[in-house]
Nanobody, 122 residues
Framework: VQLQASGGGLVQAGDSLRLSCAVS????????MGWFRQAPGKDREIVSV????????YYDDSVKGRFTISRDIAKGTLYLQMNSLKPEDTAIYYC????????????????WGQGTQVTVSS
């Protein structure tokens, strides 16, 4: 499956952004997906993941209550709604797919989008 992330940008603290990830696979959709991010000088980390049907989700504590992950299977798109953005949210955001129905483990994700830059100024 091929993934194409978009929607990043430069915003001020407190603003909102919605990231999108277009998924090439439309016929076989029973796979989990997620958003990860990598800040300068840091390792890539999990942000949020969802099961193939959206029935199960996980959020890192740093984004819980501010970010919402969703998936429109009909449109073949994964979203990440980011509200109340903070400077520490600045990173390159990647969408990814796993062959499992759901996974919270980065090493179980095999397909990655190219990343979209999110910069939050204070």
């Amino acid at each position: 499956v091929q993934l194409q992330a978009s929607g990043g940008g430069l915003v001020q603290a407190g603003d909102s952004l919605r990231l999108s990830c277009a998924v090439s696979e439309r016929t076989q959709t029973r796979f989990g997906m997620g958003w990860f991010r990598q800040a300068p000088g840091k390792d890539r980390e999990i942000v949020s993941v969802t099961s193939w049907n959206g029935g199960r989700t996980y959020y890192d504590d740093s984004v819980k209550g501010r970010f919402t992950i969703s998936r429109d299977i009909a449109k073949g798109t994964l979203y990440l709604q980011m509200n109340s953005l903070k400077p520490e949210d600045t990173a390159i955001y990647y969408c990814a797919a796993t062959r499992r129905l759901y996974s919270e483990y980065e090493n179980e994700y095999y397909s990655w989008g190219q990343g979209t830059q999110v910069t939050v100024s204070s």
